[in-house]
T-cell receptor, first 112, second 112 residues
Framework: SQTIHQWPATLVQPVGSPLSLECTVE??????LYWYRQAAGRGLQLLFY??????ISSEVPQNLSASRPQDRQFILSSKKLLLSDSGFYLC???????????FGDGTRLSIL | GESVGLHLPTLSVQEGDNSIINCAYS??????FIWYKQESGKGPQFIID?????DKRQGQRVTVLLNKTVKHLSLQIAATQPGDSAVYFC???????????FGTGTRLTIIP
């Protein structure tokens, strides 16, 4: 069966520090991969998605970037975090073609 | 519809009663619809989906109804249990699109 892993579960970082969040998927090949951010009590905002290795689409202008170095690995990064980068970051995978996306358990990022 | 920036509506239901959660969408090209359940501190969990060539689909204790004429989607949960307390999101996408658009979310609270 397919599984998705995100780590760390929680992270506290100072303003201006770098960020690297990792997401890996097991049990499937060539998945679409997604990064979302969710503010407290809000819906999901799509940040990036990828349909293949090295292919990244950015949905909103921001301080973050994404990379897909391997088929089942998706990384969210920042060189210098801002206070506004705080939030709950969720990774998801899907097979496209009108099939559901499946989410990891997220990383809660707090910027101090 | 877009979910970013909107506060969650809430619904309280007595344990054992049925609940109905509603979702309106605006894109007439929407072809595929999903309901997710999100418990506190976790990622959204897939519940049930429906394609636009159907108007009803049933799962275990859940039923999704789709009314394309008025662009309305609902999730019915039968005989609610305490474990049903969560935030429920609808999501939709046009045919062949790789991205989902999430609704605002509804917080369901089951009263013992």
């Amino acid at each position: 069966s397919q599984t998705i892993h995100q780590w760390p579960a929680t992270l506290v970082q100072p303003v201006g520090s770098p960020l690297s969040l990792e997401c890996t998927v097991e049990g499937t090949s060539n998945p679409n991969l997604y990064w979302y951010r969710q503010a407290a009590g809000r819906g999901l905002q799509l940040l990036f998605y990828s349909v293949g290795i090295g292919q990244i689409s950015s949905e909103v202008p921001q301080n973050l970037s994404a990379s897909r170095p391997q088929d089942r690995q998706f990384i969210l990064s920042s060189k210098k975090l801002l206070l506004s980068d705080s939030g709950f970051y969720l990774c998801a995978w899907g097979q496209g073609g009108n099939q559901p996306q499946h989410f990891g358990d997220g990383t809660r990022l707090s910027i101090l | 519809g877009e979910s970013v920036g909107l506060h969650l509506p809430t619904l309280s239901v007595q344990e054992g009663d049925n609940s109905i959660i509603n979702c309106a969408y605006s894109n007439s090209a929407s072809d595929y619809f999903i309901w997710y359940k999100q418990e506190s501190g976790k990622g959204p969990q897939f519940i049930i989906d429906i394609r636009s060539n159907m108007d009803k689909r049933q799962g275990q204790r859940v039923t999704v109804l789709l009314n394309k004429t008025v662009k309305h989607l609902s999730l019915q949960i039968a005989a609610t249990q305490p474990g049903d307390s969560a935030v429920y999101f609808c999501a939709e996408t046009p045919f062949g699109n790789e991205k989902l658009t999430f609704g605002t979310g509804t917080r369901l609270t089951i009263i013992p």
